[in-house]
Every structure is written in structure tokens, then in C-alpha cells.
């Protein structure tokens, strides 16, 4: 881990060991039935005394970070089809590094068939990925997993951070409250619920005497 990312680590660390609620845990506090989105970005639920607010785009880099991480072990992934597979052209450089990430993309979901000339037809992707803008997907991915790999991470945290960061739910993606729910309930069943990868806190607690102390000032 790199300096700055283990500083912000360390940071987040800090600020969630206050964030613990006492005898029990975040998922069994949080009301999933109050849950509502707050600007198409934020997940916000009452919490004991006083409200959680997760930001969705963090929570999801986490979902996903995990599930690669271990699909590496057990191929946990699953892939769906796509309906007209889509062929892509790559330069010679962005093709070379598509190959060196392909045994990675292969292992959580993605299908992608040799088309001659550094042409490459995406036949599948990994289930935990949205339809309809994989081309953009795979290329900033692959930017990604290029730039980490000059970097100090395994290959394989590379390529976990670069999907992760990519494939995941943006701010500005509206949820119902099924996909919200699922999304809570993921979190706080990965190893880091209050961490992204990257070493930003995924949520924050505003306890209710501090939403009292807003309305009391003079």
C-alpha cells in the first residue's frame, strides 16, 4: 500500500472507531424501512439516536472490490450474456493492455473473443456489472488497472480497483428502496463496511444531540 493511501486509511480508521454503536451493529440499527436517497447519491436511515448517511458510490466500490478479491479464490462471479455482443478495436499499446489484464477479467465474468487486428467481440460481463455502457467501462478500466500496475499494487489489487472504480453505481444513479436496501445489507457483510478502497469513509453518523445543538443556538 502506497503512502497517501495508507494515511487515508489510517485517517478513516480514526474517524469510523467513533462511529460504533454500542452493543450492537450498524446493519441491525439501521431502519430499512425509513431508508430514503438523499441528491440521487447518499442512502440516509434513522440510526438509534440520530441518522446514517452512506454515500452509495463509495458502498458499492466496496461490494464490488470484495467480490473480485475473492472471486480470485473461488470464481464466485457469475456473468450474463449480452443479447448482440459488441465488438471493440483497441491500439496496439491499449490491446497489450488488455491482455495482460484478460485472465483477471475472465475470472469475474467478462467474455471477450479474439477478433483479429487488435479487435477484440464482448460476448458476456460479470452479472455485478450495469448493461449498456461496457465499452466505456472496459477502456476507463483498463486506464486504470495500466496506471496501477506502474504503481505498487499486485496486479490483482489493480485490477480489482480499476472495476471497482468503474463498474460501480455513480452519484447521480437513482435507487428504489430495493436496490437500496440490497445495498446496505451487501456493505455491512464485506471485510471494510465503513472503508472504500480507496481509504474514504463510506459513511457518517450525525448523532441527534448534534442535530438538537442546530436548532438551540442563540
Request: some cysteine; aromatic content about 10%; charged content about 20%.
Amino acid at each position: 500500500m502506497n503512502y497517501k493511501l495508507a494515511k487515508a486509511v489510517d485517517r478513516a480508521k480514526s474517524y469510523v472507531s467513533q462511529l460504533v454503536v454500542e452493543g450492537s451493529s450498524y446493519s441491525s440499527n439501521i431502519d430499512l424501512n425509513k431508508i430514503w436517497q438523499l441528491n440521487d447519491s447518499y442512502i440516509v436511515s434513522p440510526l438509534g439516536s440520530g441518522i446514517i448517511i452512506i454515500d452509495q458510490m463509495l458502498a458499492h466500490q466496496r461490494i464490488l472490490y470484495d467480490g473480485v478479491i475473492k472471486s480470485f479464490e473461488s470464481s464466485s462471479f457469475s456473468s450474463q450474456t449480452l443479447l448482440f455482443p459488441i465488438k471493440m478495436k483497441f491500439t496496439p499499446n491499449r490491446f497489450s493492455s488488455l491482455l495482460d489484464a484478460l485472465p483477471f477479467m475472465n475470472k469475474i465474468g467478462f467474455n471477450l473473443k479474439d477478433n483479429g487486428e487488435n479487435h477484440v467481440i464482448l460476448e458476456s460481463i460479470p452479472s455485478e456489472m450495469l448493461w449498456g455502457n461496457e465499452n466505456v467501462i472496459i477502456n476507463q478500466m483498463i486506464d486504470d488497472f495500466q496506471s496501477m500496475t506502474k504503481k505498487e499494487f499486485s496486479k490483482e489489487k489493480a485490477f480489482a480497483l480499476s472495476f471497482s472504480n468503474q463498474a460501480c453505481i455513480k452519484h447521480g444513479d437513482n435507487l428504489n428502496n430495493t436496490e437500496m436496501t440490497e445495498l446496505v445489507n451487501r456493505l455491512f457483510g464485506t471485510s471494510e463496511p465503513f472503508i472504500c478502497p480507496n481509504g474514504k469513509s463510506i459513511l457518517i453518523q450525525i448523532p441527534l444531540n448534534e442535530i438538537e445543538k442546530k436548532f438551540t443556538k442563540k
